[in-house]
């Protein structure tokens, strides 16, 4: 589900409540090694191999330091403990900058000295420039450097920021001149010449300028496309039009989708040179935009295109055809409109066919839709956009449970278009739903096929378990499904269908398998290798530990990324740094990135650190009682958070759902009233007890609604009750697996699914620490 950060409204009422929110996120939880600042946990990595073997692998990067570097890393990490202190309230004034916020950052910094007052100042500089207060951002940012250097390439180039906007360019060309000699390290290196660049030229000194950037020239900084805008300027200033057209176009056509490739059009446009694009280049901008999702922009250029005089009768039929696509996108087309396109017996002819198909899908056409595939059939039976109309027309069939069409469709497309990215999904669904209408002899060919076929396809996990309940229910072959469950309980142990697997096996006394080889190429992905603990002398993850203090975290990752050692370390390390000041969220995600494939790995093989990062059990205390009061499964709760927000308690949904459980607020309003609260805000949904409280009601009675069963209750809390009673009402189902696998909506069978296996590894974690006794000292909440 896509999420937005919520505007932050400067109501008195609603800051005191959000900052009260905010308290929350400042709780500080432990951190291993964090009284050193020195944080470390153990992994371990596995091959993939029949034995899976543990591997250690321990930091090795060691650098050979000066004495001044040893004397400024050993600087760094007190003052990083010095100014601890600071963190929950810059995270508080970087998150809401209420006036509250700013008093206390500000009160901070006056009673501080040294590298501590220069991180409030730091803080409260990145906070005015936020808030567009720029004068007031340059005296924080000249504070800062005077108190102290450990974050001095920062407070140089933020300052130089504030000081351009507040048209202050001699300040801001003061800060930016020698930047790079005396930050060389600085994450702002390859950014510092465009700024620079960009000043001067607001100075009127263009000579400077090109010299700003020829500084820069044998660097990362040239791929840049402020750089190459910034060059583009540089040399229309100098009155060299021709570089500046170069220039600008090299910009448009190799980061058109940027916003300075926006500026560049526009420029290339006043200087009357928007024909120097050949059409073959404004075709490519033209699809550059529409796999963007920018149709508008699209549909403008196909339709310039197209209007070129003299154009080959092929070029200007895709032209059109491909404006009517956009049309389609942003739901302008028409069906007399899409006819009037050419008829042409090309890709272009099939093109207009698949429009009139999806229209005529808009408007339930089931006759018009089936007319126009069987003619795309028979005229462009080889065409991509008959493969786009096939699944198109499987999943509008899919959707009115008229399950033959559906798989008439699918099957069509799987045996006729065996390379399209759409084959493997095509080829899973014609062979579930053929399970669905009892046809299980064909299911059992299709998902035999698809095993063989798609090993690596998503579904294909699918079709091994449904394929091992038609060997246990149909064939009667225990040993044959006990083959396929073991295999999914071995690759995938914590997918949905590991659990459904190890329930089977368990219902069936755990038979012996049979050999299977057809079932042997699937095994545990591997781990990317992981290390045991950090580098003591890192500077950047220094650094990024007191952005961290200081309220500067969109620049963590890149700090820490800055480091040509930390690829085997900076998930762990942004993960910890991000939980260090309760932004759960944050760590979760970076540690998803560490471990994309953490569902295939088995407990013992990642230290416990890892897991409770990717499992959090933030608010735990409050997810407990409330849980109990509504006879609950907190785990079920704790994975339906993990779900909905990530434990984001701020989080706002496109749909308008609010906080850690996704409350929308005539729901939260209506659970607030059965609770006895007397006063109801929407924002109070945003504080993670209230939400917590409210969201486990809610859920207690989605559970009671559909009579105690998690499937059907989960289903209803993502897509709505009514659409799960008309979706049980398509039974009858076998079992509560078959219910799942037929939700029609991907998102909330993948929603259903992930819960359900997220609430049995948290359970899972759980017992492997008490099992074990394992130590969990290094472990994040």
């Known amino acids: 589900m896509k999420r937005v950060s919520l505007p932050v409204v400067q109501h008195s009422l609603m800051s005191r409540c959000l900052a009260a929110v905010l308290s929350f996120l400042m709780v500080m939880a432990p951190v291993a090694g964090q009284g050193t600042g020195e944080p470390s946990a153990t992994v371990h990595t596995r091959k993939s191999t029949k034995k899976h073997r543990h591997t250690t692998h321990r930091s090795t990067q060691t650098r050979q330091m000066s004495a001044a570097q040893v004397q400024r890393m050993a600087r760094m990490r007190q003052e990083f403990v010095v100014s601890k202190d600071l963190q929950p309230m810059a995270q508080q004034l970087a998150t809401l900058r209420t006036p509250e916020a700013y008093a206390g950052v500000t009160a901070y910094a006056h009673r501080h000295t040294g590298e501590a007052a220069a991180a409030a100042y730091l803080a409260l500089g990145h906070a005015y420039l936020l808030d567009h207060r720029y004068a007031e951002a340059e005296a924080s940012f000249r504070q800062s450097l005077r108190d102290g250097d450990d974050l001095a390439d920062y407070a140089d180039f933020l300052g130089a920021r504030a000081s351009y906007a507040a048209g202050d360019n001699a300040a801001a060309e003061s800060l930016l001149h020698g930047f790079a000699s005396r930050h060389p390290d600085s994450i702002f290196a390859d950014e510092a010449p465009e700024l620079d660049a960009t000043v001067l030229l607001a100075m009127n000194n263009p000579g400077a300028a090109r010299q ?36 600008f176009k090299q910009l448009i056509l190799g980061h058109p989708l940027s916003a300075a490739a926006q500026t560049a059009r526009a420029q290339l446009t006043a200087l009357g040179a928007e024909t120097s694009f050949t059409t073959a280049e404004l075709r490519g901008l033209a699809d550059a935009y529409y796999r963007g999702g920018r149709y508008r922009e699209a549909e403008e250029q196909y339709h310039a295109l197209a209007m070129r005089a003299g154009l080959p009768a092929l070029e200007h039929n895709g032209y059109e055809v491909a404006e009517a696509a956009c ?185 012996l398998p049979i050999a299977a080889p057809q079932l042997d190429r699937y095994q545990p992905l591997p781990q990317p290798r992981l290390v045991e603990s950090f580098p003591s002398n890192s500077p950047h993850l220094a650094k990024a530990r007191l952005l961290a203090n200081a309220g500067l975290n969109e620049y963590i990752a890149q700090e820490i990324a800055a480091d040509p050692d930390s690829g085997s370390w900076s998930a762990l390390a942004e993960a910890q740094i991000y939980s260090s000041y309760g932004q759960t969220f944050r760590a979760l995600r970076a540690m998803k990135r560490a471990l994309p494939h953490e569902a295939s790995t088995p407990i013992r093989a990642i230290p416990l650190t890892y897991w409770r990062i990717l499992f959090p059990k933030q608010w735990w205390d409050t997810i407990q009682e409330e849980s109990a009061k509504n006879n609950l499964d907190p785990y079920l709760v704790a994975s339906l958070i993990r779900q909905e927000s990530e434990f984001n308690p701020s989080v706002v949904s496109y749909a308008n759902a609010y906080g850690l459980m996704q409350m929308l607020p005539s729901v939260g309003r209506k659970m607030a009233r059965e609770e006895g609260m007397r006063h109801f805000e929407t924002y109070y949904l945003l504080n993670p007890e209230i939400n917590i409280k409210l969201g486990t009601r809610y859920l207690k009675q989605m559970l009671e609604r559909f009579g105690g069963v998690q499937e059907y209750a989960l289903a209803a809390y993502n897509a709505g009750d009514s659409r799960v009673t008309d979706w049980e009402a398509a039974g009858p189902y076998q079992g509560m697996d078959e219910f799942v696998e037929s939700i029609p909506f991907t998102q909330t069978r993948e929603y259903v699914e992930a819960i359900l296996r997220n609430e049995e590894t948290y359970r899972a974690i759980d017992d492997y620490a008490r099992q074990h006794g394992t130590r969990e000292t290094a472990a994040l909440p």
């Open 212 to 247: 700003a950037l020829a500084g820069a020239a044998n660097t990362g900084a040239t791929a840049r496309s402020g750089y190459q805008l910034a060059e583009g300027q540089v040399e229309m200033a100098l009155g060299d039009r021709e570089a500046a057209q170069r220039t």
């Open 327 to 511: 049309q389609l996108k942003l739901k302008q087309l028409t069906t007399a409109e899409a006819e009037a396109l050419p008829d042409t017996p090309d890709e272009n002819g099939a093109r207009r066919m698949y429009l009139l198909m999806e229209l005529a899908r808009n408007r339930d056409d089931a006759s018009g839709q089936q007319s126009i595939v069987a003619m795309m059939e028979q005229r462009f039976p080889s065409s991509p956009w008959l493969a786009e109309a096939l699944f198109s027309s499987g999943n509008m069939y899919l959707l009115k449970r008229d399950f033959p069409h559906a798989v008439e469709y699918y099957g069509y497309l799987a045996a006729h278009f065996p390379g399209s990215r759409y084959a493997a999904a095509a080829h899973w669904r014609a062979g579930w739903l053929s399970y669905r209408q009892g046809l299980y002899q064909e299911a059992a060919r299709i998902f035999d096929e698809q095993i063989r076929l798609y090993p690596t396809a998503p579904e294909t996990i699918s079709a091994i378990y449904w394929r091992g309940r038609l060997y246990e229910m149909q064939e009667h072959n225990p040993a044959r499904a006990a083959a396929n469950y073991r295999t999914i309980a071995r690759a995938y142990p914590h997918f949905f269908y590991a659990q459904m697997a190890r329930q089977r096996l368990a219902a069936m006394g755990n038979p």
